[in-house]
Nanobody, 115 residues
Framework: QVQTVESGGGLVQPGGSLRLSCVAS???????MGWYRQAPGKQREMVAT??????????YYVDSVKGRFTIFRDNAKNSVYLQMTTLKPEDTARYYC???????WGQGTQVIVSS
């Protein structure tokens, strides 16, 4: 399975932006990669996914982040990113990145959106 390390989280005011980074332990060119999030007391949800080149890098976003978040990848760097804009307090959560076909979960990175 692919091991992933997330970074880039932090404290940001509502309406602000953050870019999360995810570095994988091996090549990821064949994999669909995804970002997930979980807030305290809430269930984990899939936020965004991006397919491989053979599927034209097709992306998926949960409705609550459409138009605000962008997932993209750099296969040469074994990396996946989540550009988050127009952040809302309800985006506060720990964010995780992984290969959608694996069961591996890293430590994630914390995002706090608050005034």
């Amino acid at each position: 399975q692919v091991q992933t390390v997330e970074s880039g989280g932090g404290l940001v005011q509502p309406g602000g932006s953050l870019r999360l980074s995810c570095v994988a332990s091996t090549r990821i060119s064949f994999f669909t990669m995804g970002w997930y999030r979980q807030a305290p007391g809430k269930q984990r949800e899939m936020v965004a996914t991006i397919d491989n080149a053979f599927s034209d890098f097709r992306t998926y976003y949960v409705d609550s982040v459409k138009g605000r978040f962008t997932i993209f990848r750099d296969n040469a760097k074994n990396s996946v990113y989540l550009q988050m804009t127009t952040l809302k307090p309800e985006d506060t959560a720990r964010y995780y990145c992984k290969n959608t076909d694996d069961e591996y979960w890293g430590q994630g990175t914390q995002v706090i959106v608050s005034s």
